[in-house]
């Protein structure tokens, strides 16, 4: 099986003594967009992942056509903008990091948060891609430890190992062609 991690913001060399077969690197393979207003919701670049990241539904809506990723931090429950990426066979990006980077009463908020968002992505058919937004090899994952905490949010292992295999594989290819 190829797993992937389509989104690490270092340079990672290593990846294939982790278990993954590719990765996604900040600003070699992957342009991430913060959107704050429309303006911003720029033209696609070629030949890398595009990602949008926002916390108003409005503008990522806006955005979903021109970008691979969508990353809606917060994870609210709108049903509206998850029908739209299963619509435009977009995916969620789903970044353990935000689990892993804090603790206590927060990283139980924000699992809940996540195992809700997933349970509306799944009932829409929306596909979604695990990732680790690791900023060095220490918050690096391996594939069995990153299908683990998607089957701690909720997900099977199927749809753990999907979201790892499957999903960003195709991402790649619509990407690469």
């Given at each position: 099986?190829?797993?992937f ?16 077969h ?41 955005g ?19 029908r ?12 353990i ?24 992505c ?13 900023k ?42």
């Amino acid at each position: 099986m190829r797993f992937f991690d389509l989104h690490v913001k270092f340079e990672f060399k290593d990846f294939q003594t982790f278990g993954f077969h590719n990765i996604g690197v900040n600003n070699s393979t992957i342009i991430e967009v913060v959107v704050n207003n429309s303006n911003q919701l720029s033209k696609k670049i070629a030949n890398k992942i595009n990602i949008v990241n926002s916390t108003s539904v409005e503008l990522l809506k806006k955005g979903i056509k021109k970008f691979d990723l969508v990353y809606f931090p917060g994870f609210y429950l709108d049903s509206t903008l998850i029908r739209a990426v299963a619509e435009n066979k977009k995916a969620f990006e789903i970044p353990i990091s935000d689990i892993l980077n804090v603790s206590g009463i927060k990283r139980a908020y924000i699992m809940g948060r996540i195992r809700q968002f997933l349970r509306l992505c799944n009932r829409s058919h929306a596909s979604y891609v695990l990732t680790s937004r690791a900023k060095d090899t220490l918050e690096v994952k391996a594939p069995s430890e990153m299908i683990a905490i998607g089957e701690i949010l909720g997900l099977t292992k199927d749809q753990a190992i999907r979201a790892i295999t499957e999903t960003p594989e195709s991402i790649l290819r619509k990407v690469l062609r």
